[in-house]
């Protein structure tokens, strides 16, 4: 299986602070990943699909880069709706695996 | 807009066999890859499988399915055109099935969502 290791698993951040994440796969991936946001008590909601492109509806402050086997997630300045855990995920290969997830707070 | 509601039992006893029904609303259930994913209390989602049902009216080309291999098995994911509806059956349940169940559409990425249907393992 394909291991997704995000860091940080947490940090806390203020309103217009830029944010970045960070996902390492395992194996090459391409460009084959997905973010997503979760807030508590909903479902994941898709914010990049394919590394870098932002699904219909996301807010242009949230962006991926990266290619390969490391990825980047950023929020370029930070909104207090943009409080929730994210999560990148896999899909080069079966298994589909999500990383172990970035949780931002507040500071 | 299409949209995923699921509907479970809530409270299941260990070694039962577990069913949740995902009913898809706007859509159409075929030709798409359609997908179980859990989540364990603070803990990161985790694939169950997918179906795709071609709507081929030969059996043998009609469904494709995929599961993860940590279930071991137990895991088996169903059609019901005439609902368009698909349903999650798992079986010999023990208290690490504990989890929010939720049906999504893949595309590549999960990109429509069910609320998720609690479920809790115990006696």
């Known amino acids: 299986d394909i291991q997704m290791t995000q860091s940080p698993s947490s940090l806390s951040a203020s309103v217009g602070d830029r944010v970045t994440i960070t996902c390492q796969a395992t194996?090459?991936?391409?460009?084959?990943i997905n973010w997503y946001q979760q807030k508590s008590g909903k479902a994941p909601k898709l914010l990049i699909y394919e590394a870098s492109n932002l699904e219909t509806g996301v807010p242009s402050r949230f962006s991926g880069s990266g290619s390969g086997r490391v990825f980047t997630f950023a929020i370029s300045s930070l909104q207090p709706e943009d409080f929730a855990t994210y999560y990148c995920q896999q899909y080069l290969n079966f298994p589909l695996t999500f990383g172990g997830g970035t949780k931002v707070d507040i500071k | 807009q299409v949209k995923l509601q699921e509907s479970g039992p809530g409270l299941v006893k260990p070694w039962e066999t577990l069913s949740v029904t995902c009913t898809l609303s706007?859509?159409?259930?075929?030709?798409?890859?359609w997908s179980w994913i859990r989540q364990s209390p603070g803990k990161a989602p985790e694939w169950i499988g997918y179906?795709?049902?071609?709507?081929?009216?030969?059996?043998?080309?009609?469904?494709?399915?995929n599961y993860n291999p940590s279930l071991e098995g137990r895991a088996t994911i169903s059609v019901d055109r005439s609902k368009n509806q698909f349903s999650l059956r798992l079986t010999s349940l023990s208290g690490a099935d504990t989890a929010t169940y939720f049906c999504?559409?893949?595309?590549?990425?999960?990109?429509?969502w069910g609320h998720g249907t609690m479920v809790i393992v115990s006696s």
């Open positions: 179906i795709h049902d071609s709507g081929n009216t030969e059996v043998y080309y009609r469904q494709t399915t």
């Open positions: 999504a559409r893949l595309v590549d990425a999960f990109d429509i």
């Open positions: 706007h859509g159409s259930i075929i030709n798409n890859y």
């Open positions: 194996e090459d991936i391409p460009n084959s």
